[in-house]
């Protein structure tokens, strides 16, 4: 079947330093492949996507490639923010409407 | 513009207690979900309704019963509640296409003692 698999957590990271949380997915074909924030007490929301190899999904400084050959979707921001702390969940999807979500990331960012 | 909307936002509940949850969206999506999360697990997808008219089960239906009431509306139902269907529920919605990315409510609390 599908499944994601993402870094645990917590992370814990200084302001302005570099985030990377690996993803990587398992899926018979092709699928869309996405970034999700969670911020305390609220719904998801989309963060950015890509719906085909080497796609680079971006927004608010988050970058992620869909890279087919090593089936990951790696996300990345160059220089974190307090109000970034969150928790951030990789997720895909095939042509069934169904996805299916990594168990989450929680990072916090100190000032 | 609200999105989707879920009602109630909290809830609680004894065991064999039976309650509905409502959930409904005005992006004019055809495609609707309910999901529950759970620490450490992650979404899992309870119902889905890929159009008016249709319902399927997901990953973890055992439970619950569901109802898409118009294109708008989709709610879940808990005919009898039991502890380990404590849980924050989310619903979503998206376009029609398969890949489309999902739109989610702010959610509902529930815990069943």
């Known amino acids: 079947g599908n499944s994601v698999t993402q870094m645990e957590g917590p992370v814990t990271l200084s302001e302005e330093a570099f985030l990377t949380i690996n993803c990587t997915y398992t899926a018979t074909g092709y699928p869309s492949l996405f970034w999700y924030v969670q911020y305390p007490g609220e719904g998801l929301q989309l963060l950015l996507k890509?719906?085909?190899?080497?796609d680079k999904g971006s927004n608010k400084g988050f970058e992620a490639t869909y890279r087919k050959e090593t089936t990951s979707f790696h996300l990345e921001k160059g220089s974190v923010q307090v109000s970034d702390s969150a928790v951030y969940f990789c997720?895909?999807?095939?042509?069934?409407?169904?996805?299916?979500f990594g168990a989450g990331t929680t990072v916090t960012v100190r000032a | 513009n609200a999105g989707v909307t879920q009602t109630p936002k909290f809830q609680v509940l004894k065991t064999g207690q039976s309650m509905t949850l409502q959930c409904a969206q005005d992006m004019n999506h055809n495609s609707m979900y309910w999901y529950r999360q759970d620490p450490g697990m992650g979404l899992r997808l309870i119902y889905y309704?890929?159009?008016?008219?249709?319902?399927d089960k997901g990953e973890v239906p055992n439970g619950y019963n569901v109802s898409r009431l118009n294109k708008r509306e989709f709610s879940l139902r808990l005919e009898s509640a039991a502890p380990s269907q404590t849980s924050v529920y989310f619903c979503?919605?998206?376009?029609?296409?398969?890949?489309?990315?999902?739109?989610f409510g702010p959610g509902t609390r529930l815990t069943v003692t």
């Open positions: 997720a895909l999807t095939l042509n069934d409407y169904k996805l299916s």
């Open positions: 979503a919605s998206s376009a029609s296409t398969g890949g489309a990315a999902p739109y």
């Open positions: 309704s890929a159009s008016e008219g249709t319902t």
């Open positions: 890509a719906t085909k190899a080497d």
